[in-house]
């Protein structure tokens, strides 16, 4: 079975400083995800220098195909000295996991890696090797969907030292929250924000460190099918939206007269609800067979906004109550962050004069420049995005 693999993070930056001293880079290739989490040696724009270095040039290499001595030793050539610590090295974890469930773990300096298995930690067996005068742990392992992964930094584990704890959180207090945590909550984003927010709380909002928490979770693949628009020709009707019931996964369609092709194609009553949860965003409707029914471009913008709003790094507890809300829009978004790894567009293209700028050309409407948005957003949250135009 082939698996997707959800990432999220979330850095606290060491306060008073703009810049953080912790880097993560995760990069998707056709059959794997590489996640680099750094930790420049000190804060501040020294330590993000070195951080951003250490996780790119080892993504890169890694991608590439280099092994990861390779990687390393490019490391230890490139980072410059620190003239007080003669140390030349920011510390880092690289999770490799292929879509067949096979993990692969590196480690340097950073605190471990905590693996979760239903609700309890699975203690990994490492290897010990030399690496130009370094020591670097190797993992490997096999994951399965409903398993969680944490990597951390170290400000992690420091927090709250000499304030609300005497020697910091430590790793065993970390791994006993987010252990417990995977049991309520089961989307790599909340956990991500949950942690990171536990951790500023123990800092009481002035972390001594940047801190930073990444979290993995595998799932099996879920395709969510969208159709919205109706096609350019009307004869086209019926292909769209066999096509669109066709492809296994979850449906959902945008639209008031997308709505009405599908329920005179396959027969069925189009319902609309009568309860406006939000002003702003017109009510869901109901098909029987469809996941979701939304209205269009009000729904689709707002869509973008709330997913643009957690990219931004600055979700927080309350950006999920808003999530959690019963309106068209936080209803599509919920699905799409939290329980898509593939979205399928079924594009119409005929144009809705309703829909038209007069400031764009007039073969691109609202809509369909929504649509783009909207899947250029959802690949950079990782997700896979296929189009279909009619």
Same mark, same amino acid.
């Given at each position: ?10 850095? /606290? ?51 590439? +195909? ?29 999770? $490799? ?53 944490? /990597? ?45 927010? !536990? ?27 969208? /159709?919205? +628009? ?44 009568? $309860? ?8 869901? +409707? ?28 600055? !979700? ?16 599509? !978004? ?19 004069? !309703? ?36």
């Amino acid at each position: 079975m082939k698996m997707h693999v959800d990432m999220a993070y979330r850095s /606290l930056n060491k306060f008073g400083e703009e810049l953080c001293g912790d880097k993560v880079v995760i990069t998707r290739t056709d059959d794997s995800v590489i996640a680099v989490l750094a930790d420049g040696l000190g804060s501040g724009v020294k330590a993000n220098i070195l951080s951003t270095l250490t996780s790119t040039i080892i993504s890169t290499m890694l991608n590439e +195909g280099a092994t990861v001595e390779q990687a390393v030793e490019t490391i230890v050539r490139t980072l410059p000295i620190c003239n007080v610590r003669k140390l030349a090295y920011s510390t880092f974890s690289v999770l $490799q996991i292929q879509e067949n469930g096979e993990a692969y773990l590196v480690e340097f300096d950073n605190p471990a890696c905590m693996f979760i298995r239903d609700g309890k930690l699975v203690e990994l067996n490492p290897e010990y090797k030399e690496y130009s005068g370094k020591t670097v742990s190797e993992s490997r392992f096999t994951v399965r969907p409903g398993d969680v992964i944490g /990597l951390i930094s170290d400000g992690v584990v420091y927090a709250g030292v000499g304030n609300l704890l005497n020697f910091g959180w430590s790793w065993e207090n970390v791994a006993a929250w987010l252990t417990k945590a995977t049991l309520k909550e089961n989307s790599a984003p909340r956990l991500a924000v949950a942690l990171s927010q !536990a951790v500023n709380e123990l800092y009481m909002e002035k972390p001594g460190d940047d801190s930073t928490v990444l979290i993995a979770r595998v799932t099996p693949r879920v395709v969510v099918n969208m /159709l919205a +628009g109706p096609p350019k020709n009307k004869e086209d009707d019926a292909r769209i939206v066999r096509d669109f019931m066709t492809s296994p996964g979850k449906r959902v369609v945008c639209g008031g007269t997308s709505a009405n092709i599908v329920g005179r194609v396959l027969n069925r009553k189009v319902e609309t609800s009568l $309860q406006y949860i939000d002003p702003q965003i017109p009510p869901v +409707g109901y098909i029987e067979g469809i996941d979701l029914v939304t209205e269009g471009v009000l729904t689709l913008s707002r869509t973008v906004d709330i997913l643009k709003e957690y990219l931004s790094h600055e !979700a927080d507890a309350f950006y999920f109550h808003k999530l959690d809300d019963k309106n068209g829009a936080a209803l599509l !978004a919920k699905l799409l962050l939290e329980s898509c790894t593939t979205l399928k567009v079924f594009i119409g293209t005929a144009i809705n004069p !309703a829909h038209q700028d007069p400031g764009l050309p007039s073969d691109l409407s609202i809509k369909l420049k929504l649509i783009n948005e909207l899947c250029s957003v959802m690949e950079r949250l990782g997700k896979r995005v296929e189009k279909a135009f009619y």
